[in-house]
């Protein structure tokens, strides 16, 4: 059974900065694209930013020249690096990843942001 796991998330001040990660772990052949999304309290669930197994990236403009993805495709290991957090990024932070032709979701980690 396929999981991923999630840390890294908590509290920082406006301007700081976190890093997230998360692992899959299981049976598992090949993981292909691996991403980052956020829920805020209210709003739908929406995409931060995602990475192929071959390192192409894409991100939301809200978070572009902030954030950056990353993988260690030895470890199936995505990581999330926030910095000159604002506010407005506070939301719960969920993995996800298809893993050969199933898709997966993390549980999730709060990322709170105080002004």
């Known amino acids: 059974q396929v999981q991923l796991v999630e840390s890294g998330g908590g509290l920082v001040q406006a301007g700081g900065s976190l890093r997230l990660s998360c692992a899959a772990s299981?049976?598992?052949?090949?993981?292909?694209?691996m991403g980052w999304y956020r829920q805020a309290p209210g709003k739908q669930r929406e995409l931060v930013a995602r990475?192929?197994?071959?390192?192409?990236?894409n991100y939301a403009d809200s978070v572009k020249g902030r954030f950056t993805i990353s993988r260690d495709n030895a470890r199936n290991t995505v990581y999330l690096q926030m910095n000159s957090l604002k506010p407005e990024d506070t939301a719960v932070y969920y993995c996800?990843?298809?893993?050969?032709?199933?898709?997966?979701w993390g549980q999730g980690t709060q990322v709170t942001v105080s002004s």
């Open positions: 996800n990843a298809f893993i050969e032709w199933n898709e997966y």
């Open positions: 990475i192929t197994s071959g390192g192409s990236t």
């Open positions: 299981g049976s598992i052949f090949r993981v292909n694209a």
